[in-house]
């Protein structure tokens, strides 16, 4: 569905996601004809419940997220298809019971994807089912039958934190993907000072980071100077190219760059945001302390207001396999931010900001520094002394 739905449209793609929004919870038996304002208050509930732009508009990622919701563990065979996975709040149930079993899933992010299907196989090799990689009847009645071992996402945040202790702490070797995002998200009037602001910033990250031994890459973007082959349709296919881009440079860390804007000219402040879905009862563990520390460091080094850090799931996120957080680093519309963005020296500090939250993403709570205190060439010169894991 490439059309966008808004308050006042009607017809037979209306009807279906007013039905879906039934189906949801969020709309009763007494269904609107029509986009009404119902709906819309329906729409910003189930893209604020899953972690979307909240707009009260369906667009691709909207109407994807809605047919997604319809799914329930049970209601089809679910296996691995190579290059056209199966999404749903059914996979995501089932990756949440299969961890609470013990079983490693990778990200519970409602994807089945090759790590969903073995941890699937194990567990049927374990409950004496054939290990076909294919939730069926048999598989889903022995997970129907066997309790809990753990809850919540508590294996995968301890093993992402014994991958993080293995790459230890220099930065050497790293590899780090930039991406300059296109905001599609902005009105016209802001588009291009955007990316000049976003892509100058890319810039300083990069370059710093390279003086550090990291392997810095730049996602390519149509708007800017590092352009690549045109996204296949919009904004949804050029979010799932660059996070592809990511995966497949097999990534240590990623970060968004993103202004923002506002019809409010008060709206002002830098907010950091990493994948999960208060629906689905997720987030990564490692991308959160990221963003954490991306906030944090900007927070202490500039005057910009603490929006604070918030978990999303907008495709980019989910998609990437690493940890990954999308900086918005001010909003256009507002005078002060506009200002300090237009000024390279306030660029400057925020890529150093950056990288030195890169750098402590990695190191022991006994040798971090205190935030905002130390310049990136202190930190590795406290490093020096430190041997490589």
């Not at 009037?189 to 892509?199: D, K, N, R």
């Not at 005057?303 to 978990?311: E, I, P």
């Amino acid at each position: 569905m490439s059309t966008i739905f808004r308050t006042g449209d009607s017809g037979t793609a209306v009807t279906q996601i007013i039905g879906l929004l039934r189906r949801a919870g969020l709309l009763d038996d007494e269904l609107p004809t029509s986009y009404d304002a119902r709906v819309e208050l329906a729409v910003r509930a189930f893209q604020q419940q899953c972690g979307l732009h909240v707009d009260g508009v369906v667009g691709h990622a909207t109407f994807r997220r809605l047919d997604e919701a319809s799914w329930n563990l049970g209601d089809r065979i679910l296996t691995h298809l190579p290059g056209n996975l199966m999404t749903g709040d059914d996979v995501f149930t089932l990756q949440r019971r299969l961890l609470e079993l013990g079983f490693k899933v990778g990200r519970v992010d409602g994807y089945f994807g090759p790590e969903t299907e073995a941890g699937l196989r194990e567990f049927q090799r374990n409950v004496g089912v054939t290990p076909d990689g294919t939730c069926g009847p048999f598989t889903l009645k022995m997970l129907a039958q066997l309790a809990p071992m753990v809850s919540g996402g508590a294996p995968n945040a301890m093993r992402a934190q014994e991958r993080i202790r293995d790459a230890g702490p220099q930065l050497g070797g790293k590899i780090v993907v930039i991406d300059p995002s296109r905001g599609q998200h902005l009105p016209d009037v802001y588009a291009e000072p955007a990316a000049e602001i976003v892509h100058d910033l890319a810039a300083r990250i990069e370059g710093r980071l390279v003086a550090t031994g990291v392997q810095a890459f730049l996602t390519a973007s149509r708007t800017g100077r590092h352009r690549a082959a045109e996204a296949s349709d919009g904004d949804q296919a050029e979010e799932f190219e660059r996070a592809t881009f990511a995966n497949r440079a097999n990534a240590n860390l990623c970060i968004s760059l993103a202004v923002d804007a506002s019809s409010n000219p008060d709206a002002c402040g830098v907010a950091t945001y990493f994948f999960g879905s208060e629906k689905h009862n997720t987030r990564s563990s490692t991308g959160e302390r990221f963003a954490g520390l991306v906030q944090r460091e900007i927070v202490a080094r500039t005057d910009l207001v603490d929006l604070r850090t918030h978990a999303k799931a907008w495709d980019f996120l989910r998609r990437t396999r690493m940890p990954a957080v999308q900086l918005d680093a001010g909003y256009l519309s507002n005078p002060g931010d506009a200002r300090r963005l237009a000024d390279p020296g306030f660029r400057d500090v925020l890529a150093e900001a950056v990288v030195v939250a890169v750098q402590r993403f990695y190191l022991s709570p006994e040798s971090d520094a205190h935030t905002g205190i130390l310049r990136l060439s202190e930190l590795r010169a406290a490093l020096g002394s430190q041997p490589a894991h």
